[in-house]
């Protein structure tokens, strides 16, 4: 069955077809009848003399004008009356002339009448231009009105795709890791199943439910699942899909999406990036209220007071940005009740690759547990892309089932890139890499509050990174304490340290880390009160889109005097950290250049094997300041 595009394109097809073969035949009535190009127009007084002489045939005499063929066209040719060589038949505007019809008895050329219909001529030479004009106008417009959902006068349409119940195949078991938002959204489900269970006793469902969460969280995922598990038809559109170029034309889809949705009542519409449509007024660069994205939202809110909620309808809608979204969006009686989609667990992560790894097949070895423990702060539409990736490297690579050696190759694509195996770096550089690279994992490992290290590489990936040292969390954090804010930024300095501790010289490769670095150490002295010196003071206020605010700006209420304290604090916490991390990897020199030759020859180090060597070392120090204390 054919789609909707498909139907508008064979239309369009059609169309120009017919308006082509329109114009073809324009074009011939204008050559043919309308513009003779080969007719020649003759004086009446040169036609008088053609006539005297014999020299014209087959007359047609009408009121006004007398056509003709000419029997001897040179002598017909005049320096007044130039002919063309390819003229045969030729016109004269008669005059009144009583005699002519005696003179061409006389001379023996055959003429008859003619009635004259010029008002025919004219009028086709006027709405001939003016067919063509509509032509191209007509094309015009539908083209511009292709692009607006169909032609102007479907603009106000609403656009929103609409899913019959049949057609939602989502349902709860198909959403992990969002057991709390499940259970929040159930009495929505029960008051679209049972809606009398709660008009029983006078209740009212909110008419809106706000999802908010970070991209990939499963906002839209589980507003399909709401409406799959209650059983109703689900439109579903974005905040984009209202506005247009012309002023009226989101309003008026906003009027039409609610109409439709009362008739297909009890149902629910789903606003995806709610955000485009509803940032709070009178903050943008324009500063004004006239412009056509406030007019919808305007629109929206009239809509959301106007109908009764006891009809059936409820209004869901997902951002990740709430803190822009206009106050009057969330108040009582509108988006009342949110649902905040939080990044999984381990144990969130952990069901959710088990729904996208059903139909994978993987091997007896794979371990989804280990796999959610190696990916903290995933959300779920990194873990499906994890799970695709492995199920396409096992392909690649001609197995049968999925490996664990797939998944780790597949996390280490995600977090850093794709390998460039080929990349040709001089030794001096790569020596400086893997340097770098064990300078971080070595101080990781030699400090108490840091995650403990997963693999060192020295193999490029991604667009910039020559290597990379990745870390693996115990257990999920939420909290972070100084002296474990300091431990890490003494990792981040690990490279940049060993680097002039063996070279005597530093590289470009450690601005990331320095960019981390410093931005760590100003969140430690503004926001979270750990400077000695400046005390429990914060000098930046939460960004957030209250009224008539700038959700953008960052205020600052503190002086420029302050201003240097604060910057000179970042400074004195970066030098503590640098003259720390110099100091322990002095120490450990011999032990730093062990490693990085060892780096340089496999190319990548597992977190075993180096806490192997690295304890080893430690043991065998040990052995020998005790044998000379003895």
């Known amino acids: 069955m054919p789609t909707e595009p498909e139907k508008h394109s064979s239309v369009n097809g059609r169309w120009q077809v017919v308006a082509f073969g329109a114009l073809l035949v324009i074009v011939i009535l204008f050559e043919i009848v309308l513009l003779p190009s080969s007719v020649q127009d003759l004086p009446y007084s040169q036609f008088k003399k053609l006539v005297q002489t014999g020299q014209v045939a087959d007359l047609k005499i009408g009121a006004t004008t007398i056509h003709g063929t000419l029997l001897d066209k040179t002598s017909a040719t005049s320096p007044e009356t130039p002919t063309s060589e390819k003229a045969e038949r030729f016109t004269t505007t008669r005059v009144e002339d009583p005699g002519l019809v005696a003179e061409l008895e006389a001379s023996g050329i055959a003429f008859s009448g003619q009635a004259d219909n010029s008002w025919i001529f004219n009028l086709l030479s006027w709405l001939a231009p003016l067919f063509i004009l509509l032509l191209f106008w007509s094309a015009y417009f539908r083209r511009m009105g292709a692009g607006i959902g169909g032609g102007l006068m479907a603009a106000g349409k609403s656009r929103a795709r609409v899913y019959v119940e049949h057609e939602i195949k989502v349902r709860f078991d198909d959403v992990a890791g969002l057991d709390e938002a499940k259970e929040e959204l159930q009495e929505v489900i029960e008051f679209l199943r049972t809606p009398e269970k709660f008009r029983r006793l006078g209740g009212k469902v909110p008419k809106g439910v706000l999802l908010a969460g970070a991209p990939g969280t499963g906002k839209t995922l589980l507003a399909k699942a709401v409406a799959g598990e209650a059983g109703v038809p689900f439109f579903s559109l974005s905040g984009s899909e ?77 951002t990740n940005r709430p803190e822009i979204l206009d106050p009057a969006l969330l108040r009582a009686g509108r988006f009342d009740r949110h649902v905040v989609l939080d990044r999984p667990d381990v144990k969130g992560r952990e069901a959710i690759l088990r729904v996208h790894a059903k139909n994978v097949k993987l091997a007896a070895e794979v371990n989804l547990s280990v796999i959610a423990a190696r990916t903290p702060g995933f959300v779920g539409a990194d873990l499906a892309n994890i799970v695709n990736e492995a199920a396409l490297l096992a392909a690649r690579k001609g197995r049968d089932e999925v490996l664990m050696a797939d998944f780790d190759e597949a996390v280490d694509r995600v977090i850093a890139g794709l390998e460039k195996r080929n990349r040709v770096i001089n030794p001096r550089e790569k020596a400086i890499i893997a340097h770098h690279e064990i300078g971080h994992a070595l101080t990781a490992e030699l400090l108490p509050h840091v995650d403990p290290v997963r693999k060192v ?80 003071r914060t000098f930046e206020k939460e960004r957030r889109g209250l009224f008539l605010d700038t959700p953008w700006a960052t205020k600052k209420d503190y002086s420029e005097e302050k201003a240097a304290e604060i910057d000179k604090e970042v400074e004195d916490i970066l030098e503590r950290a640098h003259k720390q991390v110099r100091e322990l990897l002095t120490t450990q020199k011999p032990l730093l250049e062990k490693l990085a030759s060892l780096l340089l020859e496999k190319e990548v180090l597992e977190g075993d094997e180096l806490r192997q060597i690295i304890h080893a070392v430690v043991a065998e120090d040990s052995t020998n300041k005790r044998a000379t204390l003895h």
């Open 457 to 536: 590489s020295i193999i490029p990936r991604g667009i910039a990174a020559l290597g990379y040292t990745q870390q693996l969390p115990t257990e999920d954090r939420y909290l972070m304490t100084r002296s474990e804010l300091e431990d890490r930024l003494r990792v981040l300095l690990g490279g940049r340290v060993a680097e002039e501790i063996i070279f005597g010289d530093v590289s470009t490769g450690a601005q990331d880390d320095l960019q981390k670095a410093t931005d760590t150490a100003r969140s430690m002295v503004t926001e979270y009160g750990m400077s000695t010196r400046l005390g429990l």
């Open 242 to 318: 209202f506005v247009e170029m012309f002023v009226g034309v989101g309003a008026a889809r906003v009027r039409d999406l609610f109409e439709q949705a009362l008739q297909k009542a009890p149902c629910i519409v789903f606003i995806d990036e709610l955000d485009a449509l509803g940032k709070a007024r009178g903050i943008g660069p324009a500063g004004g209220s006239h412009e056509e994205r406030e007019q919808t939202l305007n629109q929206l809110l009239v809509e959301m007071d106007g109908f009764d909620p006891n009809t059936g309808v409820i209004i869901m809608a997902a």
